[in-house]
């Protein structure tokens, strides 16, 4: 386990140690040892110029305005690259380093059209006494204002380069440069074209370093803002409503309005980055078309209603449907939301039918954990991806769904020298990057990842001390792949023989470090795992190969599946799976029934509940009539829309609590109105296990009220109405509730609201208020005990195969620029205007063949559907395979395509594979294939009818 | 020098014998080429008939005014012909014949310096060998790695890339850094308009740096070495590559030679161009392959220097010239590339000896000194010289890189001053702002210099103070140097 923390001596011991004295304007002041002069003149106060010093890192000693004299050396010296030395004598306000500080600023600001320059710039010169330069105004080149986010000014920009380098050194995407020299230097993008015409992907990294305003976000107000510089907002410290990186922001407001978010350099999991979802992705929060007020149907019309109206028609509803009744949590409301929820769902409803959308992503990654090694949890921490020698990366377009992930990887390849191995059918931007990109055809991961087992044990690579003491079923399963040869998969899969002996041996052998030093693998796998009908079979082949390897439990090497939303680690964590209770308690064990029910004074079911996608089948059997929905959208995420539509249109009574219309609320019978991420406190638990906090920046919309609150109160009315005691339905607040939920969870029990406030995010299992926290588990044993290697074959690639009629495969998944099904992106204005229609990937060559041009509408048919969308030729793709995401753009979405075929032991549907054929829009739909998508005209934001 | 040759020094001379005498060796090369030096190669061998293999082709010897020249090996001296387009071929036959004429322009053998076989070898190993090479690497390595920095240190060897700073201390920083592999950087990019003498000394000595890379390699212990060639200079980097190979294939570069293995791996680079890619930070970014741009100091290069190693670099006159660092007494000399109003320009290695004067250098050159007003010193970071301090004695550190220009009366100085501030602002990199504004603003204020003489005060001040690298740094020192020289010129 971690080390325990240093008593408060050796503590202070340790600080002198390190520690220097330095003398700054005759003031002694301590600093560490290791830091640039620049820290202590801050230290002590003094606010010394420093433009072109990036934050949380290394100086670029580009704009020379942090000069200073040191005592006993000839030449002035720029601070930010000064090493501090014990007893150093230093000045800041000599006339002589004054007088040379103030020549540079005023060459600085001679860069500026008017000779004022901007922003810190500005400032800093006005603080040295020049108002204007004494040199003739000599500004750059013009604008560019080709991103929808930002511009660029040249007249404003002063050269420090930290825009540069948070694009190649923070975020590693190397989009910009200083271009051309000397005189003509300027910022541009690599070819020196149009900032959109690069490789951007708008995280906006730029825009927070720029200390001018020569980079600026669009809807600011020049004259006064520059990002480094916006002193006067209010700023709040919050988690990314977006993926499961759960990225820190500082969201900043003016008037009233969200206006800038800058990355929180003290936050270990996104170390300062965003992307573009969380930089500029938030004004959905205060968009015109949020739910205000709850709705009733009335005359098959959702009206306006009062919360009391609401909220007693719902509690009797739902009263009479107790027995045939499920809910759906969000992942993207709090742990204290769907705490809430879930135990409603048991102690009041008396079931455990609740579940949300990780059956729609990890749900196959989690069975296989749990047979496998008895936790469903990411093993490791973003850190050890860091610290690895090779990155095994399958399935997962980091880029788009995780960029902040990406960053890291991309960094852990350029700064550290790892090696990154890419498993994706589609040639993702991280191949750009990666040492091998492994392109199996779609469904054939199992021949692929035995073949890398057997590369590994022909070749005597395997970790023999692992598999001896740490785990079970070695033998069985080493005869399986011992069958399947590099040759053999090669034939399934597409991919060279030569490529899976690379492969195999980089994760066996990952490089050593720097200086020599061992280091391990890291595995790390997305939907292109899960999402198929042999998910949980994918998912155990992988978990074989780090059993195989022993590269699971040490610094910098683990399993990690990445979560997809913002809090499915949470949504988990806190119970709101129909199987386990709280912290992953069987539901179906008494003891644990005993201790919940006595602990919300309740009878609890000790029957498994429904899987989500096991909830449709039932709505259209009958036995399921009431549904409580809160912040899901099933009608655009299930599988095979149409039928879905049907089974929730059989249901007696849904209720739908979400923050904006969607095609689930529209059917719905009354549609509460929650609060968004930014109008809530609580907690997030992002894909690293790191619970971390989410506090309010503005004040609720309308009459919007937070998740928990409202499900509070509808379980009131209920157990009124049942005439029971509301004795587990007294919250107040969300603090109140996490101190229930960590008192009874013994995986955070260490933790609460109090403790995040003052240290930050920690990572469960965290037992006690003493424990740090854990970044790493299984480091000693594994919870079931041995990790147990399951064999598993090669079967057919997908449910649904090509076929004559069918010859395309279609793979559905994310876009950068959305979220999921796009409910809350197509209310960010620039992210719809971005990407505003759906666009189908496709292979030149199958284009060319089926006579498709780029730009061009194609439609696109399954079995079970047809939606237009337009084409978009890419090198990304394979022959023979074409890419949809699944955000629904102008009423097209690719889920009324996909097959809802199911993997058996995780009930999630096959996203990853179905058979398509392209034809020209308006080709007539055959009898019985469903409804067909046609684009409605204009874009339409919202989803209102 | 073949005195105390050890057994395996003796024994790669039998491996490698010296060419037969007498011969014809034709200066091609960079310098001798431009002039059409090849056309004499070809009209000698046919002159010579049977005997043509007795004419070959040796690179520049350092005298560009004279080319195209050919020198005669006899016995025990060498006698240089120049201007062959003037004076034809006839001398030179004549004296290969035996009959050399006038004694005073003989050169004997085996001189010393580090000049002594500059394009008088024709690039074999059995010339080079027995002309002294790798007789300084023969006697260091009967030293102790310590001994041998005392006998640099002792000697006072300087860096001769233009800062002068003391190679034996820096050798030492890097030294004593045991835990992390150790790199060598040879700065061969000379960038400095005007300079041309490690081009010379790779085209018509490469052994030289060869052996003076081994022997830093012995007292230091790299692990690399990279040898950083300006990119126009091609020529210099094919014969410095074969003469690598043919050092190899001799077992001299592994140290099988001497029964050792010196583990040192080499490198080639080419240089991106421009006078800031000889700064030694921007040559280490450009072999990391980064933007060719100064780093900032500190951290100094032998502590976080190539990939993050301790790094030593040297410019590689300065690695050549510590091959003489065992003769008596060590020669304190420096390469002077000399040119503008002087009849002779081209390369000198003159003594610094507390003797040489700028007038006897004038006087080398062929000039009479009193027909130059002021010299260069130093090119774009450099200062004038004016007429009246002729006589003052040359030292090390005045001399920097080397580089010196010579300027007639008529020349209008304070145009050489705008050129040279034009120059070094065209050439900034644009990194930092105090050069990349500063040495534009430099350029316009000094169209009306009266009317600013303050502005260009600060303005110096800023650049030499503020800058990133030296470039900025020493932007302001002709100008300086200019404004107090010849004030009224302005
Ligand atoms: C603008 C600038 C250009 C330089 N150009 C060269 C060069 O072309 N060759 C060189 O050896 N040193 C050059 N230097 C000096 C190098 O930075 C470095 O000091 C030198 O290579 C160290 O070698 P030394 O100690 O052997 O002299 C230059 C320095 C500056 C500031
Ligand atoms: S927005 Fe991000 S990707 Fe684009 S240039 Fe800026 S840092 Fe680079
Ligand atoms: S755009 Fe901003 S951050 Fe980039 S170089 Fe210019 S001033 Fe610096
Ligand atoms: S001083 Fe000039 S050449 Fe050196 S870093 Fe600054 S801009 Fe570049
Ligand atoms: S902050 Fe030090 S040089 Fe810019």
């Known amino acids: 386990m971690m080390a325990t923390s240093p008593t408060n001596e050796n503590s202070i011991l340790d600080v002198i140690e390190a520690s220097v004295t330095i003398i700054v304007n005759g003031r002694e002041v301590l600093v560490p040892r290791s830091a640039m002069l620049l820290d202590a003149v801050l230290a002590a106060g003094i606010d010394l110029p420093h433009l072109c010093k990036p934050e949380s890192r290394n100086p670029l000693g580009a704009c020379r305005t942090c000069l200073i004299e040191i005592e006993g050396t000839p030449r002035l010296a720029a601070s930010c690259h000064t090493p501090v030395a014990d007893g150093m004598i230093v000045n800041t306000t000599s006339e002589r380093v004054t007088r040379v500080r103030r020549g540079v600023l005023d060459l600085t600001i001679g860069m500026s059209d008017d000779g004022r320059g901007r922003g810190l710039a500005a400032e800093h010169a006005r603080s040295h006494g020049i108002e204007m330069s004494s040199f003739t105004p000599s500004p750059r080149h013009p604008r560019d204002e080709s991103n929808i986010f930002f511009q660029l000014n040249m007249s404003d920009c002063i050269l420090c380069g930290r825009c540069v380098d948070a694009c190649q050194r923070t975020q590693h995407i190397g989009a910009i440069g200083i271009n051309g020299r000397g005189e003509t230097a300027r910022i541009g993008s690599a070819f020196d074209s149009l900032w959109e015409e690069s490789t951007c992907t708008s995280c906006g990294q730029c825009v927070s370093q720029c200390p001018t305003g020569a980079l600026l976000p669009k809807h600011s107000d020049p004259a006064t803002a520059s990002r480094s510089n916006s002193a006067n907002d209010d700023v709040t410290t919050t988690t990314c409503p977006y993926c499961g990186v759960g990225c820190g922001l500082k969201v900043h407001k003016s008037n009233g309005q969200i206006s800038w978010v800058d990355g929180d350099h003290s936050n270990d999991s996104s170390q300062g980055m965003t992307c573009v979802k969380g930089r500029f992705g938030l004004e959905f929060a205060q968009s015109d078309e949020r739910l205000t007020t709850p709705l009733i149907r009335r005359n098959d019309k959702l009206e306006s209603a009062s919360w009391d109206d609401a909220l007693d028609l719902v509690a009797h509803r739902f009263a009479d449907s107790i027995g045939s009744f499920a809910s759906i949590a969000s992942a993207k409301a709090t742990n204290e939301d769907g705490y809430v929820l879930q135990k409603f769902t048991r102690a009041v409803m008396g079931t455990n039918s609740v579940d949300h959308c990780s059956r729609l992503c990890h749900a196959p990654s989690v069975v296989a954990l749990m047979e496998q090694v008895g936790s469903g949890a990411t093993s490791n921490s973003y850190e050890d991806y860091d610290q690895a020698g090779t990155l095994l990366v399958v399935g997962s377009d980091t880029g788009q769904n995780h960029p902040v992930v990406a960053s890291r990887l991309r960094r852990a390849v350029q700064e550290r020298g790892a090696s990154l191995v890419v498993v994706n059918p589609i040639r993702i931007d991280l191949c750009d990057t990666a040492e091998v990109h492994l392109q199996p055809h779609p469904g054939t991961d199992i021949a692929l990842f035995n073949a890398m087992a057997h590369v590994i044990l022909k070749e005597n690579l395997q970790n023999n001390a692992f598999i001896d003491s740490r785990t079970e079923g070695f033998d069985a399963w080493r005869k399986v792949v011992e069958q399947v040869s590099p040759e053999i998969a090669e034939s399934i899969t597409g991919v060279s023989a030569k490529d899976i002996r690379t492969a195999a041996r980089l994760y066996a052998r990952p490089q050593p470090g720097q200086n020599g030093e061992e280091r391990g693998s890291c595995l790390i796998w997305g939907m292109g795992v899960t999402q198929h009908t042999m998910g949980s079979d994918n998912a155990r082949s992988l978990i074989n190969l780090a059993l195989l390897t022993g590269q699971v439990g040490g610094f910098g090497n683990g399993i990690s599946p990445l979560r997809g939303q913002n809090n499915v680690q949470g949504c988990s964590d806190s119970g709101c799976l129909p199987n386990v209770m709280p912290g992953y308690e069987p539901v179906d064990d008494l003891e644990v029934n005993a201790r919940w029910s006595k602990a919300w004074d309740s009878d609890l079911p000790t029957d498994p509940g429904l899987q989500s996608t096991a909830m449709i089948e039932r709505m259209l059997t009958g036995d399921l009539k009431a549904m409580y929905v809160v912040g899901e959208n099933p009608l655009l995420s299930d599988p095979y829309l149409a039928h879905a539509r049907e089974a929730f249109e059989r249901l007696d009574f849904l209720v739908v609590q979400d923050i904006f219309m969607h095609e689930t609320a529209e059917i719905a019978d009354v549609v509460l109105p929650a609060v968004s991420f930014a109008e809530k406190y609580g907690t997030f638990t992002n894909s690293e296990r790191r619970v971390q906090l989410v506090r309010p920046i503005i004040e609720p919309l309308g009459k919007a009220r937070d998740d928990w609150a409202i499900t509070n109160e509808i379980a009131r009315r209920i157990l009124q109405i049942l005439e029971r005691s509301a004795f587990g339905f007294q919250h107040n607040s969300s603090t109140e509730i996490f101190e229930e939920m960590t008192k009874l969870t013994p995986i955070i029990a260490g933790l609460s609201h109090e403790r995040l406030e003052q240290d930050g995010g920690i990572q469960w299992p965290c037992p006690d208020y003493e424990h740090p926290g854990t970044p790493r588990l299984f480091e000693n044993s594994f919870p079931r005990g041995r990790g147990k290697f399951v064999a598993v074959e090669q079967g057919p690639p997908a449910a649904e195969l090509p076929s004559k009629k069918f010859p395309l495969t279609l793979i559905t998944g994310r876009s950068l620029y959305h979220w999921h099904g796009g409910v809350i992106t197509r209310h960010v204005p620039g992210l719809l205007a971005t990407v505003p229609v759906v666009t189908v990937d496709i292979h030149a060559d199958d284009a060319k063949r089926l006579g498709f041009s780029n730009g061009e509408d194609v439609q696109i048919a399954s079995r079970r559907g047809e939606i237009v969308a337009e084409v978009h030729i890419s090198d990304r793709m394979q022959r023979g395979e074409i890419f949809v995401p699944f955000v629904q753009l102008q009423g097209v979405a690719a889920n009324f395509l996909t097959n809802d075929q199911l993997d058996t032991a995780a009930g999630i549907p096959e996203y990853k594979a179905c058979a398509v054929r392209l034809e020209a829009p308006g080709t007539p739909s055959r009898k019985g294939r469903g409804p067909r998508m046609q684009r409605k005209s204009g874009i339409t934001v919202g989803n209102r009818t | ?490």
């Open chain 2, 1 to 490: 020098m073949k005195t105390n040759a050890s057994a395996p020094l003796a024994r790669l001379r039998e491996q490698h014998p010296a060419p037969r005498l007498p011969r014809i060796l034709v200066h091609c090369g960079t310098a001798g080429n431009a002039m059409g030096a090849t056309r004499y190669l070809e009209e000698l061998r046919i002159a010579l008939g049977d005997r043509s293999d007795s004419v070959v082709e040796a690179a520049s010897d350092g005298a560009n005014w004279a080319a195209p020249a050919a020198t005669v090996a006899q016995g025990t001296y060498m006698r240089r012909f120049e201007r062959l387009d003037l004076h034809g071929i006839d001398d030179v036959i004549a004296c290969f014949n035996g009959d050399c004429g006038d004694e005073a322009n003989y050169a004997g053998t085996g001189g010393r310096g580090l000049t002594a076989r500059l394009g008088r070898n024709d690039g074999t190993l059995g010339d080079v060998l027995a002309q002294g090479g790798y007789s300084a690497l023969d006697r260091a390595l009967t030293s102790t790695p310590e001994q041998l920095l005392d006998a640099i240190e002792d000697a006072g060897f300087t860096g001769r890339g233009g800062a002068h700073f003391p190679v034996a201390t820096k050798w030492r920083l890097a030294a004593a850094d045991t835990h992390r592999p150790r790199m060598l950087v040879v700065n061969a990019e000379e960038g400095e308009p005007g300079v041309f003498k490690d081009r010379h000394l790779l085209e018509g000595d490469p052994h030289r740096l060869i052996e003076g890379i081994l022997i830093a390699h012995y007292a230091v212990g790299f692990e690399r070495a990279y040898v950083y060639i300006n990119g126009q200079a091609r020529t210099a980097r094919a014969i410095f590559e074969n003469a690598l190979a043919d050092a190899a294939a001799a077992e001299i570069f592994s140290g099988a030679a001497w029964n050792q293995t010196f583990g040192l791996k080499i490198h080639v680079r080419s240089g991106a161009g421009g006078y800031v890619c000889g700064e030694e930070s921007v040559i280490l970014n450009s072999i990391e392959g980064e933007r060719p741009v100064p780093r900032y100091k500190p951290p100094y290069a032998t502590d976080r220097g190539l990939f993050g190693n301790p790094t030593i670099i040297n410019n590689a006159e300065t690695l050549c010239a510590i091959t003489t660092v065992f003769e008596k007494p060590p020669p304190p000399t420096k390469l002077v590339s000399l040119s503008g109003d002087v009849p002779r320009p081209g390369l000198y290695e003159i003594p610094v000896d507390g003797a040489t004067t700028w007038t006897s250098l004038l006087v080398m050159a062929g000039t009479n000194p009193l027909d130059v007003q002021a010299i260069l010193i130093g090119g774009p970071s450099g200062v004038f010289v004016m007429a009246e301090q002729f006589e003052e004695v040359l030292e090390m550190r005045s001399l920097g890189a080397g580089g010196v220009v010579a300027f007639g009366s008529n020349t209008d100085l304070s145009q050489i001053t705008r050129e040279l501030a034009s120059y070094n602002m065209r050439e900034s990199c644009g990194e930092c702002t105090p050069c990349r504004e500063g040495t534009t603003r430099m350029v316009a204020l000094l169209e009306h210099p009266a009317e600013h003489r303050k502005e260009i005060a600060n303005l110096i001040e800023i650049l030499t103070e503020g800058s990133l690298c030296q470039l900025g740094g020493m932007a302001g020192r002709p100008i300086q140097s200019a404004l107090d020289q010849f004030p009224t010129a302005f």
